[in-house]
């Protein structure tokens, strides 16, 4: 929330609109790939320009939206107070365009260190590294190389290899995503095979989370919102699929809640843990900030999860 604050009054001095994006003060952000970046591309403009976003509010509030990301990154915020071992690693939705960095990002950080979970806040590459909807030609658009992907891969590799310098039980890393950031969620639970060649022996380390928990998931049809029967035949749910938590509104303009039934159905024949809940209401992106609607009690719910799994203590 400090940064926010910070960055609107950059954004009132200097009547700029956009500057580079950089997590608050004293925490720790690394590069995820120690040379070259695999199916790398040119950005598109500056490199993680930000825009703060007043034309839609969220619980009345602007958010930032990071954009030309082609340095993925990951930072680390650990536990405040005591420290349950867990982890999980965020990926922040934006329709693999963007990514609203502290709506679905630095804000789900500070709730998870609050319960005393490392948060692992990844800036994946966009824009165009997973399916995307072309406005322009109002078609969805599948790239060849899922590099959003890779990078979710490496970081939970990485995560791993640091298991014990950063105080993580390997054995409780997870993820966590919203719409776009759903979907690659989604998409880490059923690759387990990296789709990038090794690079050191972080790679050498499992990239399968323990748990998952998928926001509002995007891109989980057959056809997107054209064919709502079959699930996305990218997602194939295996017996090695991690027990996952699924939250939806019904109201949902964007995606809609046919992408976390399809999933749901999915994994309950594969007979993998699953919890759902659906809301009648509540639309879309609504992270964490908290509004007349139920569903963004949602923390709460996972937090219970997470318990009667067994990766934090029961409340």
Known sequence: MNYLLSMIAVFACTNVH???????SGQQQLPIWPG?????????????EVTLR????????????????????????????RNTGAAVIVFPGGGYSALAIDLEGTEVCDWLTSIGV????????????????????????????????????????LVRHHAVDWKIDPKKIGVLGFSAGGHLVASISTHHQRNYAPVDKA??????????????????????????????????VTSQTP??????????????????????????NANIPVEMHLFAEGGHAFGLRPTQFPIT???????????TMGMIPRK
Not at 36 to 48: F, H, L, Q, T
Not at 58 to 79: F, K
Not at 136 to 156: E, G, M
Not at 216 to 230: E, R
């Open 18 to 24: 956009a500057a580079a994006w950089q997590p608050a």
């Open 36 to 48: 070259v970046i695999p199916d790398a591309k040119s950005a598109a403009g500056p490199e993680d």
């Open 54 to 81: 007043e034309d839609r509010l969220i619980a009345g509030r602007p958010w930032l939206e990071l954009n030309n990301v082609t340095r993925p990154t990951m930072t680390i915020y650990s536990p405040k107070g």
């Open 118 to 157: 490392t948060c692992v806040l990844l800036k994946y590459r966009v824009p165009g590294s997973g399916p995307h909807w072309d406005k322009i030609r109002n078609v969805r658009v599948i790239p060849k190389t899922h590099t959003a992907l890779q990078d979710a891969q490496r970081t939970l590799g």
């Open 203 to 236: 790679d050498e380390e499992s990239c399968r989370p323990d748990f998952a928990v998928s926001l509002y998931p995007g891109h989980m049809s057959v056809n997107y919102k054209h064919d709502l029967s079959k699930l996305n035949p990218s997602i194939e």
């Open 243 to 268: 027990p996952t938590f699924l939250l939806h509104a019904q109201d949902d303009p964007v995606d809609p809640v046919e992408f976390s039934l399809l999933y749901y159905a999915a994994l309950k």
């Open 297 to 307: 009690k949602w923390p709460t719910l996972v937090e219970t999860w997470l318990g």
